[in-house]
């Protein structure tokens, strides 16, 4: 998959999942931040069930406290991350 | 003043108050994998676990019912007060999700594949869901200890504990009892296990307490009851008091759903107002009995609050956590807590904080890592629960004099009301018009999201939707310092089965983190608070079919006692399709016939009212509807209705009397009141006959009031199995000064 087609399935993730109702998936910046004020608004608890949701969708575990800051800073650092992981996997890498 | 008598424990320390204090003060940790279930693929297994618990009795039986009636029978039997009882003894049980592992079983039946599950199972399977309502753990000890006046079921997730001692003292200082046996039970399961498990909550190497390695709580079961009395009712039996209850205070942080409001400032609110509920100020205090769950987060933002309310006596007042010992025990936590801290001030021994090694900078305390003998005058003991309800406990000597100002009873108004049925929504005057408005269907079809701040209400489930714009309507603006009563007979029937649909088909490593909190039966009251901002007092009670009565009986008691000024009391039916279900089975099919324009019976709907003192609500300029004029509650003696005021002018002149559901025991009660004759308006066919009905019934009747010069007084009552309620709201005048 490419990695815009990526981006966009992230973004219809996180309204439907996150029920950001009334919220335009395409009206999402790929790197304005996640968390916090001047982004999306999300909070610890979002983390959580964005990391629940990436090992559901696509298999992959997203590591535990301070290792998964910088992956859930934006949508391109999540979609860069599950990317990544996807092409060890296709590698034969192992994922953790 | 306020005196405990009796104390009971049950912990996976300790099978009574005795063995459970012996082993908190060597240190002991009674951390292990569970075993209640199987759990190979929970990510983190260690629980504190209450050995040797039977697994089945009665209908009702369940392990949080158990664990409760050891540990109450101990505290009744310990005050002395079992044997003659001579007294109108209270009770009152905090609980979270109650029989929660039985409906575990229960639910995995209902859930299955259809056909793979014998129809007959299936159905029987359904009728025993109504064996497990909140309020069932409440209703068995009631039956094995009682008999009892008056009983009360309630949760506040985490300081369900602590609340349910709160309740008891109002009921002591409102005269209600003489006595009153209170605390609170909670038995491990899988969704909490899971639900935890999905925060990252958890411990994997057992709950650490301030330590700097501390990486989460560890789940525990177990139950803590008190009995609370009068001192000078014990003095007069002959009864030494173990100590005194000298001050509380339950206040909400109107912050988010699972954390902390980091800065500790709510909490500090609360325990400055339980210090000063006391009469006491930190120089007072020589312990604090920390929430001290172990988690990243709590435990920094309490240290914070104490620092900040014990000021240079930060280093003086020791504090300890015994959740490194028996674990974060939820809903009985803030009790058992109690007992601990009780047996502490009594024994003149500071209990230590078990599994503390290398004490966290972020958490500057005066720590306790081997228990300490010292003179305790008084103690402050806290409790935190999911939605932001605070609870803060302060006990003194035996023999401590008292220093609180003393209380009156104060007098109650209604200041608000509004109703959501599928016909709309009514608020202000227009309340009264709910018995008049056809409606089609049994479901709200129109849109909630349009009356929500979409973003800020994201995380309300739909109950929670219903009770926000229910309660916002009922309250109006400039209510900041608010609290919220929840009347909530089931909890979140379907978010409960849609958690376990997920756990039994994906496996509790995709358990949703989000949807957990939700499960908890106070989350919808802990959503009201956030969503709308308030600050006071938060909580549900469940009293089956009159959950409603029973929230508007325990707002009023809040309001009237002083525990906050003003309070939104709401319940509220959603449409459940396993409800539906269980209804289907156990009263068999709906059979009126809608296309004759009879309609459904169950109907979704919401019922608020706001309530305030009238010395509040005419210092501020609040509109008022109706005076609350009599509240009155029972458990299993009918002859309370007798008490009722007859009506106003006889029964034919400006008397009404409304209820929710209408029945043939209303009747004789209504005759047994002397209002058996007066016009009656009964809501259930157009808002529909469920839980919230008896919250509709008393929203309709303060707005018929409002609206109605020629209605002088209106009566509600309502019944459901051994309980009953009796609310009459009069004409309000200003009564002369």
Redesign the interface.
Known sequence: MQRSDLKSEIKQLLVAE?????RDPSSIEDDAPLFGTGGL?L????A??IA?LV??KFGIRVP?GDEARPIFRSVSSLSDFIGAARDAKAGGAPTG | MIVITGLGAVTALGSNVEETWDRVLRGDRAFSAVTLFPADDYRVRLVAEVPDIRKDGPDDFSRTSELGLRAAREALSASGLDAARPKRIGLVVGGSTAGMLETESTLSVILSPEGTVDPEVRDEALRRMLSHPLSAPTDRLARELGPFVRVRSLSSACSSGANAMVVGATWLELGLVDAVLCGASDALCRVTLAGFN???ALDPEGARPFDRRRRGLTLGEGAGFVVLERAADARARGKDAVCTLLGWAAQAEAH????PEPTGDAPSRAMRAALARAGLTAADIDYVNAHGTGTPLNDPMESRALQRVLGDEVARVPVSSQKGQFGHTLAAAGAIEATITATAISRGIVPPTGGLEDADPECALHHVRRAESRPIRAAMSSSFGFGGMDTVLVFGRADAADRAAPRRSRSVVVTGAAVLTPAGIFDGHDVAKVPERDCEGDAIGYDL?AELD??RA??LDRTSRLAAIACGRALGPDSKDAGVVLGNAFGAVDGTSAFMRRLRE?GP??????DF?GLVPSSPAGHVSIYLGLAGPTLAVADLATSGECAVTQGYELVAAGETDRVAVVAVEEKSTIVDQVFRVVFGPDKRDTSRGERPLRREGAGAIALAAEEVAIARGLPIFARVEQVLSWWNDETTIAEVTPPPGGAKTGAVVIIGVAGDANDALLRRAGWGDCRRITCAERAGSHEAAGAIAIAVAAGTLASDASIEAVLCVGIARGSGYAIRLGRYRARAS
Not at chain 1, 18 to 22: I, K, M, P, R
Not at chain 1, 43 to 46: G, K, N, T, V, W
Not at chain 2, 256 to 259: C, L, M, P, Y
Not at chain 2, 509 to 514: E, K, W
């Open positions: 996150l029920n950001l109702t009334g608004g909070d610890s608890l979002d959580l069930q629940m090992e559901e535990e | 999905a925060l990252g988010h759903i699972t954390n999201t979409i973003d994201r995380r994906k490593r995709l358990a949703s983190p989000a909190p």
